[in-house]
T-cell receptor, first 116, second 110 residues
Framework: EAGVTQFPSHSVIEKGQTVTLRCDPI?????LYWYRRVMGKEIKFLLH????????ESGMPNNRFLAERTGGTYSTLKVQPAELEDSGVYFC??????????????FGPGTRLTVT | DAKTTQPNSMESNEEEPVHLPCNHS???????IHWYRQLPSQGPEYVIH???SNVNNRMASLAIAEDRKSSTLILHRATLRDAAVYYC???????????FGGGTRVLVKP
C-alpha cells in the first residue's frame, strides 16, 4: 500500500511568487492534515480536512495560504504571494475515520520550501 | 491542548533499553497519550498511544502512571535506526490535530 506522497520534494521560489504544494493521502483516508516546521521552530498544525470539508483551519497563518481538497482525494496548499518567513518544511498527513488505526496519522516526507 | 514536558536529549548504547519520560500534569480524563518519532529527513511516524493501561506493540511499550500525570516510552533494544526525535503528545480524539513540542532527541551509540 502506498504511503502519503507529497510533491514537489523541494521548491525554491522568489519572494512574491506563488507556489502550490500537493499531497496525496493514503487511499481511503478521509482525514487529511497539513503541518509545517519553519526554521528553528516546532512542527505546527495548519489545517484539517474531513473528506472535502475543512474541519479545522485554526492554524492557517494568514490569507496568503489557501488549501483545497476537491473531491475529497488529494489536497493542494497554495501560498500566494510567498514571503521569506514561509520557508520551511510542509508536511501532509492522513488518517482513517474509523477502524483499528484511526488514531494513527501517517505523514508524508514533506516539501521543503525555500523563499529567497 | 494540555502541555507535555520532555528532556531535550538522551543517549543510549546500541542494543540497550531506552526509557523516554514525559510529564503531563495537566492531562484531562479524555486525553490520549500519543508518541510519534521523526527520523532524519523524514516525516513524523506514529509509535504508540494509550489512555490508562500500559500498551505494547512491535515498536515499543508505553507505561502510564496510575495518576496519568506522566508516562514513559520504552524502546526495548535500541538500534542505530531508532536515532530520532521522539514526541509525546496529548490528543482528545481520533481525528484531532497533533500539537508537537520540542521532543527528545535520542542518540544511539554503537
Amino acid at each position: 500500500e502506498a504511503g502519503v506522497t507529497q510533491f514537489p520534494s523541494h521548491s525554491v521560489i522568489e519572494k512574491g511568487q506563488t507556489v502550490t504544494l500537493r499531497c496525496d493521502p493514503i487511499s481511503g483516508h478521509d482525514n487529511l492534515y497539513w503541518y509545517r516546521r519553519v526554521m528553528g521552530k516546532e512542527i505546527k498544525f495548519l489545517l484539517h480536512f474531513v473528506k472535502e470539508s475543512k474541519q479545522d483551519e485554526s492554524g492557517m497563518p494568514n490569507n496568503r495560504f489557501l488549501a483545497e481538497r476537491t473531491g475529497g482525494t488529494y489536497s493542494t496548499l497554495k501560498v500566494q504571494p510567498a514571503e521569506l518567513e514561509d520557508s520551511g518544511v510542509y508536511f501532509c498527513a492522513s488518517s482513517s475515520l474509523a477502524g483499528d488505526h484511526q488514531y494513527e496519522q501517517y505523514f508524508g516526507p514533506g516539501t521543503r520550501l525555500t523563499v529567497t | 491542548d494540555a502541555k507535555t514536558t520532555q528532556p531535550n536529549s538522551m543517549e543510549s548504547n546500541e542494543e540497550e533499553p531506552v526509557h523516554l519520560p514525559c510529564n503531563h500534569s495537566t492531562i484531562s480524563g479524555t486525553d490520549y497519550i500519543h508518541w510519534y518519532r521523526q527520523l532524519p529527513s523524514q516525516g513524523p511516524e506514529y509509535v504508540i498511544h494509550g489512555l490508562t493501561s500500559n500498551v505494547n506493540n512491535r515498536m515499543a511499550s508505553l507505561a502510564i502512571a496510575e495518576d496519568r500525570k506522566s508516562s514513559t516510552l520504552i524502546l526495548h533494544r535500541a538500534t542505530l535506526r531508532d536515532a530520532a526525535v521522539y514526541y509525546c503528545i496529548l490528543k482528545r480524539a481520533a481525528g484531532n490535530k497533533l500539537t508537537f513540542g520540542g521532543g527528545t532527541r535520542v542518540l544511539v551509540k554503537p
